[in-house]
T-cell receptor
């Protein structure tokens, strides 16, 4: 089944404790992206990747890191999480290097709480 | 600045009634428009998209949307909603870049 998977689905952590949220897609998509969803703000892009070893900042990259060493994986790293990073996070992928016309496929989401 | 606006944060409606969810975008020469739906506790999935051609776009689950260039709008409609349509709906726009800009979402609540 074609899908985007994220782990963990739920995470409660404390300020400053490094964490990684994994994202994997099995559709051989070139483009991958991370969003955060907050009430009243919709989805905001954190980072995106056009292909392996190519990443770029989205609208809200502060406090986050990403890497794209393999085509299928795009982990999101919070080196020192803070309470303002409490949010619902979505990973997405699409076929081509640009997302202008392509459908994006979303993972199920990761609900992160930073105490 | 490039942006997309969803004017209604919540839309309550009774089952079998028609519904329209509004979406406006900032003007641009070239634009691609999308509606995504998020069912409770799930990720987003594509409902429909407008790339070019006919301004009336039909999507899944009986939804359709009309691209109106003069009013810079892309409103989503369904003639008769079901309880199962209860979800959050996001309008999104791409201005011919590698970026998708999402609106703030409209929560559709269908009552029996």
């Amino acid at each position: 089944e074609a899908q985007v998977t994220q782990n963990p689905r739920y995470l409660i952590t404390v300020t400053g404790k490094k964490l990684t949220v994994t994202c994997s897609q099995n559709m051989n998509h070139e483009y991958m992206s991370w969003y955060r969803q907050d009430p009243g703000l919709g989805l905001r892009q954190i980072y995106y990747s056009m292909n392996v070893e190519v990443t770029d900042k989205g609208d809200v990259p502060e406090g986050y890191k990403v890497s794209r060493k393999e085509k299928r994986n795009f982990p999101l790293i919070l080196e020192s999480p803070s309470p303002n990073q409490t949010s619902l996070y979505f990973c997405a992928s699409s076929l081509a290097g640009g997302s202008s016309t392509d459908t994006q496929y979303f993972g199920p989401g990761t609900r992160l709480t930073v105490l | 600045a490039q942006s997309v606006t969803q004017l209604d944060s919540q839309v309550p409606v009774f089952e079998e009634a028609p519904v329209e969810l509004r979406c406006n975008y900032s003007s641009s020469v070239s634009v691609y428009l999308f509606w995504y739906v998020q069912y409770p506790n799930q990720g987003l999935q594509l409902l429909l998209k407008y790339l070019s051609g006919s301004t009336l776009v039909k999507g899944i689950n009986g939804f359709e949307a009309e691209f109106n260039k003069s009013q810079t709008s892309f409103h989503l409609r369904k003639p008769s909603v079901h309880i199962s349509d209860t979800a959050e709906y996001f309008c999104a726009v791409s201005y011919n870049t590698d970026k998708l800009i999402f609106g703030t979402g409209t929560r559709l609540q269908v009552f029996p």
